[in-house]
């Protein structure tokens, strides 16, 4: 599959992810309107967090990673969505759990985007199966 095409590929399944988190967990909230590049730009934004952030922050958390069975994956995947919601708000994309950015930040925001952290993973995982977007060992299936 070509490169653009590739990407654009992931962009969409991240998009399709965020949307099933909108909505099947209370409190994540997405207002783009009709404005669906606001979609696609917080869709990239996740992208981006996931192909440069994560990895380095799962290698620093590698050793008590082995320590608490993989426990802290769902820490690191719930920081991810954080950072994703804070940098929707510094952009006014739209993107909000519980309102935060904008409302306090408290406990229900970060068990709101644990949540979120698990509808987006399994959705992205299904359709990346289905379209030929996972690799394991550097082949894809």
């Keep these: 599959m ?3 095409l590739d990407v654009l590929v ?5 998009a399709v992810a965020l949307l099933a988190a909108v909505e099947l967990v209370p409190g994540i ?3 783009f309107g009709s404005e669906w590049w606001k979609l ?14 994560r990895p380095i922050v799962r ?5 008590i990673n082995l320590l ?3 426990l802290v994956g769902l820490a690191i995947n719930t920081g991810m969505v954080l950072l994703l919601a804070f940098a929707s708000g510094q952009l006014r994309l739209g993107f909000t759990i519980r309102g935060w950015p ?6 229900e925001v970060v068990w709101t985007a644990f949540l979120a952290s698990i509808v987006i ?8 199966l289905a379209f030929g977007q996972k690799r394991i060992l550097g082949v894809r299936i």
């Design 121 to 128: 993973s399994v959705v992205a995982l299904v359709l990346s």
């Design 29 to 31: 909230s997405f207002d």
């Design 102 to 107: 904008v409302a306090p930040f408290s406990l």
């Design 68 to 70: 608490t069975m993989g």
């Design 59 to 63: 290698l620093l958390a590698l050793p």
């Design 2 to 4: 070509p490169l653009m």
């Design 10 to 14: 992931k962009i969409a399944i991240n």
């Design 40 to 53: 696609a730009l917080v869709a990239l934004l996740l992208g981006v967090i996931n192909t440069y952030l």
